[in-house]
T-cell receptor, first 115, second 114 residues
Framework: NAGVTQTPKFQVLKTGQSMTLQCAQD?????MYWYRQDPGMGLRLIYY???????DKGEVPNGYNVSRLNKREFSLRLESAAPSQTSVYFC??????????????FGEGSRLTVL | AQSVAQPEDQVNVAEGNPLTVKCTYS??????LFWYVQYPNRGLQFLLK??????LVKGSYGFEAEFNKSQTSFHLKKPSALVSDSALYFC????????????FGKGTRLHILP
C-alpha cells in the first residue's frame, strides 16, 4: 500500500519556468491538500479539494493552480516560478471529506528550488 | 477564520522528565484537533486527535493531549520523555464547516537532552 505518492522529489527551476507537482493517493480518500513548508513558517495550506470536482484556496494560493484530475490525483502547478516559491511541498489526503474527522496522510515531500 | 498558535519555537526537556508542547486554537464551530510529528527529511506522521468525548486523548508513542474548551487549548504531553522523541511537532485544527480546511501551527521543535 503506497499511501500518498508525490513526484518529483527534487526539482530545480529557473525564475519564470513552469512545472507541475503530481500527487496520487490509493486510499480512496475524498479530500486532498497541498501545503508548503518553510523554516519558521510551519505548514501553510496552498489549495485543497474536499471532493472530486471541487477545489478551494487555502492560506497562500497566489502563484499556484491546482487540478483535481480524479479521486486519486491532485496536481499543483506553478505557472511562472519565483524564488519565493522555493520550499518543500507536501501533498496529503484524508477520508470522509466534508463530514468526517479523519486525519491527514502525507506524502514524503517535494523539494523545489527556484533560482 | 480558523487559526492555530504554538507559542514556543523550541522546547528542551531532560530525558525521563515530563514534557508539554503547547497549542491554542481559534475556530468558529466545534474544533477537530490534531497533533503531528515530523522527523528530519520526512513527511508528517499523525500522533493523535480530539473529535469529541473525553478531554484527555491518547495517541502513538505514549503521547497524550488534553483538550480544554474554556482555554481553547490542546497541549501535547508525555509523562517521561525519550531522546527519540526529539522532532518537530505540529498542532492542527480542522473546520468541517468550511469544507475540510485544515490549518497548522508553525511547529515546535522538541529537544530531549540525554
Amino acid at each position: 500500500n503506497a499511501g500518498v505518492t508525490q513526484t518529483p522529489k527534487f526539482q530545480v527551476l529557473k525564475t519564470g519556468q513552469s512545472m507541475t507537482l503530481q500527487c496520487a493517493q490509493d486510499m480512496n480518500h475524498n479530500s486532498m491538500y497541498w501545503y508548503r513548508q518553510d523554516p519558521g513558517m510551519g505548514l501553510r495550506l496552498i489549495y485543497y479539494s474536499a471532493s472530486e470536482g471541487t477545489t478551494d484556496k487555502g492560506e497562500v494560493p497566489n502563484g499556484y493552480n491546482v487540478s483535481r484530475l480524479n479521486k486519486r490525483e491532485f496536481s499543483l502547478r506553478l505557472e511562472s516560478a519565483a524564488p519565493s516559491q522555493t520550499s518543500v511541498y507536501f501533498c496529503a489526503s484524508s477520508e470522509n471529506g466534508g463530514i468526517g474527522t479523519g486525519e491527514l496522510f502525507f506524502g514524503e515531500g517535494s523539494r523545489l528550488t527556484v533560482l | 477564520a480558523q487559526s492555530v498558535a504554538q507559542p514556543e519555537d523550541q522546547v528542551n526537556v531532560a530525558e525521563g522528565n515530563p514534557l508539554t508542547v503547547k497549542c491554542t486554537y481559534s475556530v468558529s464551530g466545534n474544533p477537530y484537533l490534531f497533533w503531528y510529528v515530523q522527523y528530519p527529511n520526512r513527511g508528517l506522521q499523525f500522533l493523535l486527535k480530539y473529535i469529541t468525548g473525553d478531554n484527555l486523548v491518547k495517541g502513538s508513542y505514549g503521547f497524550e493531549a488534553e483538550f480544554n474548551k474554556s482555554q481553547t487549548s490542546f497541549h501535547l504531553k508525555k509523562p517521561s520523555a525519550l531522546v527519540s522523541d526529539s522532532a518537530l511537532y505540529f498542532c492542527a485544527v480542522r473546520d468541517v464547516r468550511r469544507d475540510d480546511k485544515i490549518i497548522f501551527g508553525k511547529g515546535t521543535r522538541l529537544h530531549i537532552l540525554p
